[in-house]
């Protein structure tokens, strides 16, 4: 009689289990949906937006090609150029659901590139989607998607293209039709002018896979474009989103601006133009400044020591795991390299290495990933823990909404004082009162103000490391 009881149980466990997985899925695009309502443009964002309202779309992409040509900094100048200051329905509110559809699209991706399949509704796929949101809210790359706009206009969507491109490398994704050729061709591009650091090491750990299997003879080169066809593609296009980002001066130009002289900018290219010696020194000087951020290093050789004592013994393909391991690491290792042309400051801090947070990440979910599936886990123990990953999703829900709907009414009645001056910026036309925003109690959210550039010098909202002034 038990045995039946128990066989009868299972439709209605199964049906509970899809509703709790329903619920923690739903929570996340409520988060950035309810944010990007809320959330006031900043300083930077009003300023940006002022400056070119005279000017057309073309003339705006034109201009920001020529300053910084970076995918996302050419999406953020032309969505602010139609936002409004606090959410109005029309172009604004389409730019900020958009913004709110990348910062949903980059968690699902994480997890679809973690899982290596769609996630479904289950308790084991959500821990790692749950998980995926968590550990980037809880982070300091939290900043990213609510500091600025120009923040999540800019680095989330970078994110969002990096892993839509992996896909199919990490998919293995074999197919001769022409859309998807032309399809990551194009995302290739894009790719390439997605961040300045992130697609040549990409780049640099695809080559030497690639020199090392033919060194090795376990490919021929033959047979190499056929079997792939679609990521030689994506790689190609890649090589071209460099040059259309590397092939203008404006690189060079901004490091000789303001931006350069902030983050002591040294380029590597110094070495060869007769000032290697200075620019060796530099370099040093940055290494070390920037030792501090080397945290990822003890992450990865742990999931390496438990990789091998606790996965290798249960399954035999443990060392698919090892390869995602080792590319991360190389991955980190060689854009910390690259970041030792600029001393990394706290402002700089949470957007610039968002990229190797998503890494390490990865690397992270899928030892979980790989442990859920490795070992007998019963039914209830995943119902707990899945539990516990929606209620966190929840508060964290609920301390965003909170702190921010209280920002708003706390400056809601100064924001008459803010006036466009069109084509030169942003007038404050009489002394307000303090408007930094408190962060939530919880996970630290905050944003930054729409009368002031902020104190940039600890941007980091659990403030470790020096604090820098940056006299932005």
Known sequence: MKKTKDVLDKPTQKKREKILCLIGYIIVPLFFIILYLIMFMSYEDLYQSYVQADRSVPTIIHDVYFYLPRIGE????????????STSFGADLLFRLFTAFMSILLIY????????????????DFLIYGGCFLLLMISEVSETFTFRFSYANNYVIAGVVS???LLPFRLKTKTSKILPIIGIFILGILFGMSTEIGPLAIFIIFTTWFLIKLFKKDLKFKTFFKAYKLQIFGLVGAVIGLLLYYANGSISARAASSYGAVYDYVSIFDLFKGQTLITIYKLWQHAWFNLRYLMFTPLIISLFILTENLISKH?????NNWRFYTCVLTFCILYMGASCQIKVYDDLYPRYFFLVYLAIFSAILLFINTLLRSFTISQKSLKISSSIIVSLSIIALIDMVIAFTIYRIQISSQLY????IIGAGVEITEEYHRTTMIPSPIFKF?????FDWGDTGNAMKYGYG???KTGQ
């Open 466 to 468: 020096p604090i820098v």
């Open 315 to 319: 399954i035999k393909s443990y060392h």
């Open 74 to 85: 050419i999406f953020q100048h032309i969505a602010v150029h139609f936002m409004t200051l």
């Open 163 to 165: 892993l839509a491109f």
């Open 446 to 450: 905050a944003q930054l103000s729409p």
């Open 109 to 124: 991706l994480c997890t679809f590139f973690v899982l290596g399949k769609k996630p479904g509704l289950n308790y084991k």
């Open 417 to 420: 004082k803010i006036q466009p």
